[in-house]
């Protein structure tokens, strides 16, 4: 494992930094005795600087890198890392926003069971303004509907407990993260023999979402930030069959402005000198193996199925659904016969969600941004979603143009 940037920029920053001594920062709380850290020391201008200039001295090539997840690109645009960077080193953002990439068929579904008589629909307030081909579930709440916003699974858990002769109908949506979570509630639910609860799956996977982008012939992209908080769960073993096979280096990276820096340079240290490695800058939070336990409850409660991803169509194997033994929870097995009359959802024609979301295009360059598509207008999904990248270009740079 290499000496990491961000631990040499401290060093650097302040002698009497080591990591071992975790007390000198400037944002320390004492909780039982233990020194706990936030953002401020991810976020200080020397170091930042530091790092930056670490890069211009490395790269002498061009190239083109992707940053997986939405919370790094939200980094990137808020605190301007990309104007820190070389002119020819570009970073593009990739489609790790989960609400971006929920089809719209599913969004149709959901409108669709949230109005039911007798639902209770549950859903990540991020959902409710997603456009689908038949509105929206903020339309459903404004309408009468039984919406409600929730912040963990077992709440909704709680709510179905609560509510026996109603229906409790979850949108499970998510990377990998939130996989275990519902998860988890599932079997609770099992266990307790609470059968007025179900999942509307929406879940997705990041490793098939990076093959899909490597395999495309308008491919462009030449390393990966991979997403910190999809490995601090699955860890990163499954990164290193695709770095090989693709001929990529991946670094797990955090979401902080250091975390996105010091990834940015061990990932250009690794292309200028012809490596192909997966490394983890966010030491901090992942393993190599990930959380085993997190991961051996999804395991036990989903498998793959193949998935279509919102703009960028069918992904074999990219996304979850209940294994055989859980099956009673799968709200579009439930729901079949409602769910039979809805035809396939169709993306407005203008979103251009699709190219944002693989790389290709960036959110100032869609002629509808800014104009016909904001976020209280949206006409795709990211520029609703607190991780999408059309609405952080939106929030933090409206009026800037793109270097693309
Ligand atoms: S700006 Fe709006 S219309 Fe354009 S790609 Fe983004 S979400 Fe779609």
Redesign the pocket.
């Known amino acids: 494992m290499p000496r990491h940037f961000f631990e040499d920029a401290l060093l650097y920053e302040d002698p009497n930094w080591s990591s071992d001594d975790r007390s000198i920062t400037t944002n320390n709380d004492i909780v039982g005795g233990t020194v706990m850290k936030y953002v401020d020391e991810f976020r200080d201008r020397a170091v930042a600087g530091a790092l930056a200039e670490r890069i211009k001295k490395t790269v002498r090539r061009p190239w083109t890198i992707m940053e997986v997840c939405g919370g790094q690109t939200h980094a990137i645009v808020r605190f301007g890392l990309d104007s820190l960077l070389p002119k020819n080193l570009e970073l593009v953002h990739g489609p790790g926003c989960p609400v971006c990439v929920t089809s719209v068929s599913l969004i149709d579904q959901a409108v669709c069971l949230a109005s039911l008589p007798g639902v209770i629909f549950c859903s990540f307030g991020d959902m409710l303004r997603v456009p689908g081909s038949r509105g929206d579930l903020f339309s459903v709440k404004a309408a009468g509907g039984d919406i409600r916003i929730i912040y963990s699974p077992l709440d909704a858990l709680e709510l179905a407990r609560k509510n026996p002769d109603r229906e409790v109908v979850c949108f499970a949506v998510g990377f990998e993260t939130t996989a275990p979570a519902w998860a988890m509630a599932v079997t609770q639910a099992k266990q307790s023999r609470i059968t007025n609860f179900s999942l509307l799956i929406a879940h997705v996977l990041v490793p098939p979402a990076m093959e899909a982008i490597l395999s495309s012939p308008q491919n462009r992209i030449q390393g990966f930030l991979a997403a910190g908080h999809v490995c601090t769960v699955m860890g990163y073993e499954e990164y290193e069959a695709i770095a090989q096979r693709y001929q990529v280096p991946i670094v797990v990276t955090g979401f902080e402005p250091l975390d996105v820096l010091e990834g940015v340079a061990m990932l250009v240290s690794q292309l200028e000198e012809g490596r192909v490695e997966v490394e983890n800058q966010y030491v901090r939070s992942v393993s190599r193996e990930g959380n085993r336990p997190a991961r051996s409850i999804v395991d036990e409660v989903f498998e793959p199925v193949s998935r279509a991803w919102r703009g960028i169509g069918e992904i074999p194997a990219s996304g979850l659904r209940l294994k055989s033994a859980y099956s009673t929870y799968d709200a579009e097995l439930k729901f079949q016969r409602d769910l039979a009359q809805l035809s396939v959802g169709i993306e407005?024609p203008?979103?251009?969600?699709g190219?944002?979301l693989q790389g290709l295009?960036k959110?100032p360059d869609?002629?509808?941004?800014?104009n016909?598509?904001t976020p209280e207008q949206?006409?795709?999904?990211?520029?609703v979603s607190s991780e999408?990248?059309?609405a952080a270009y939106y929030r933090y740079r409206s009026h800037a143009t793109s270097k693309v």
């Open positions: 407005d203008e979103c251009q969600s190219l944002v295009l959110p869609c002629p509808a941004f800014g016909k598509c949206p006409l795709g999904a990211p520029m999408g990248a059309c």
